[in-house]
């Protein structure tokens, strides 16, 4: 573990041992400084990392993610002027220190571990609090305080002990939560549901200009500085069902393409506001700004480059693989003479095309499969069983997903073959599916390998288009904005497609659109 991360005391040993002065005013203290090398436990009695602040400054909340059977990363980002233009988040740029606190209690009566960490101007502020000395499969409640301050509780939920035995495991998979097009209103009833933990598969933020709608997010430029990245963010971030969702539960992060630019492969986007030459730059500030604003594990990029795949094992029962699938993948087929994202042509066929990079996919091929668990659940950005959107006798691929990668797709699906029981989760679409991920897909006679349950956007435009007509492993299409929940028991998994009634009104009602199960030991999924 690479810590760039302030310390956390694993052991909890330090508890009651220091106190806790309030600032009086503007003038906020914190007792204790911690080393943001990563590498110290906090230390008692020092007053170091102060700042005058300008108010509340936990408006963007709290959040958690990246459990292991011990630990979690805590999450919040100072800003009492979220939407500053001139400093991120009406901070002063100086180093500010954070009392964290995690407990069995939201009264906080039973504290487990706690610590001071310090919030550095050069990460936006942001804390990513490694909580140790946590017990397996336990639910567990935090807090961050600064001076008179004390930010919203979160709730969060540890691993179980990898090999142990679990009668159950219920995620809900969320993306593409476009700003402008609709109300997070899927994010408060997500909040409410009875879930271990938040899959989600990117397009957390959208780059674009904000327009002129209903609602707007900030700065009002399409982004493309870390500044820039860092304020949309946080005109995300200070969404109170958004909000509600991270305070509800530990979230488990990868990314798709908006977090940096629409159709970004590797280091080309097809247009954009920037120079290709640019580009680099632009992706490193992404990059930053996404590590910031994210409760991950990952440790600090300072570059275009962040691996984010991961891979988390629960129990005897499932191990979910986050997947990138933008920074590694070779650029688009015939980019250059297919006009609006759609086409086929030769070069899409060619051999050797790669969308995970080697790295990736060899890490894919060791990891799935591999141990005793029932159920491996693929976390995909880009849906992966094909999508044909043409009518009559005409192709229409949408060559950014792995429609435009045949080849690498057929090796992908092989490796994933190994396990006993995949199961695909997939985003970006703007559409719930139900799709059979088949060993060669569009080819007759093809195996069905796993399925492949695509969640409904959170408020992004939906697709709409219906692609039945030359997708025949298409099962079931739901043209919906919401999520998808999946529960994994040792027999069976269900996936419930839970759907709003109207993504523009933050008070819309959800209902439960379409259940699939499949049975360990069958991919076939079945509506019930
Ligand atoms: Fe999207």
């Known amino acids: 573990m690479n810590g760039k991360w ?40 020092t007053t170091l990392h102060t700042a005058r602040l300008s108010g509340d400054p936990f408006t963007l909340g709290v959040a958690s993610g990246d459990p292991t059977p011990g630990s979690m990363i805590l999450w919040t980002r100072l800003a009492p002027q979220p939407l500053a233009a001139d400093s991120p988040g009406g901070m002063p740029d100086d180093l500010v220190d954070v009392r964290w606190q995690i ?50 509780t979160g709730r969060t939920r540890t691993l179980p002990e990898e090999g142990a035995s679990l009668d159950r495991l219920t995620l809900a998979v969320a993306n593409c939560q476009w700003y402008e097009s609709g109300t997070f209103a899927a994010y408060r009833h997500l909040a409410e549901e009875d879930l271990d933990l938040v899959v989600h598969l990117g397009d957390y933020i959208y780059e674009y200009a904000a327009g002129t709608g209903a609602r707007q997010s900030a700065p009002a430029h399409e982004i493309v500085t870390l500044p820039d990245y860092r304020l949309r963010y946080a005109s995300y ?28 492969l590797g280091d080309t986007v097809p247009e954009g506001a920037v120079p290709v030459e640019q580009f680099p730059e632009r992706k490193a500030a992404a990059y930053r700004a996404w590590w910031e604003n994210i409760p991950t594990r990952l440790p600090a990029p300072d570059s275009d480059q962040l691996d984010v795949f991961q891979a988390f094992t629960f129990g005897d ?14 650029v688009a087929p015939c980019r250059d003479v297919v006009a609006d994202d ?26 799935v499969g591999q141990g005793d668990v029932t159920w491996d659940l693929v976390g995909n950005p880009v849906v992966l069983a094909g999508i044909d959107a043409g009518t009559g006798d005409e192709p229409a691929f949408y060559l950014d997903t792995w429609d435009g990668y045949p080849d690498a797709r057929v090796r992908f699906i092989a490796a994933m073959a190994e396990a006993d029981n995949p199961v695909v989760l997939t985003g970006d679409y703007h559409a719930g599916m139900v799709l059979d991920v ?55 998994l269900t996936a419930t497609f839970r759907v709003l009634d109207d993504v523009t009104d933050a008070r819309t009602a959800i209902t439960t659109a379409a259940t699939w199960q499949v049975d360990a030991g069958d991919p076939t999924p079945r509506e019930v």
């Open 317 to 330: 029962l499932a191990r979910l693989e986050l997947l990138d699938q933008r920074q590694y993948a070779d």
């Open 438 to 492: 088949n060993d060669r897909p569009f080819e007759a006679g093809a195996s069905l390998v796993a399925p492949e349950f695509m969640a409904p956007p959170i408020s992004s435009v939906l697709f709409d288009a219906d692609v039945s007509a030359r997708t025949p492993q298409l099962r079931q299409q739901l043209n919906a904005h919401g999520y998808l929940t999946v529960t994994a028991e040792p027999d069976r």
């Open 103 to 152: 407990a069995t209690d939201d009264a906080f009566a039973a504290v487990v571990n706690e610590g001071v960490a310090t919030a550095d101007p050069d990460y936006g502020h942001s804390l990513h609090v490694e909580a140790g000395g946590l017990d397996p499969a336990a639910t567990y409640f935090y807090r961050f305080t600064v001076g008179d301050f004390t930010s919203a």
């Open 342 to 367: 759609y086409g086929d042509c030769a070069e899409r066929t060619e051999e050797d095309r790669t969308r995970l990079g080697a790295d990736q996919e060899a890490w894919f091929a060791e990891t």
């Open 237 to 264: 971030k200070v969404d109170p069902d958004l909000q509600a969702a991270h305070h509800a539960h530990p979230f488990l992060c990868t990314w798709d393409d908006h977090e940096v630019a629409n159709n970004y």
């Open 6 to 45: 302030p310390a956390a005391d694993a052991t909890g040993s330090t508890i009651g041992r220091r106190g806790f002065l309030v600032g009086s005013g503007a003038l906020l203290l914190a007792t204790a400084c911690s080393g943001d090398d990563g590498g110290s436990a906090s230390s008692p009695s």
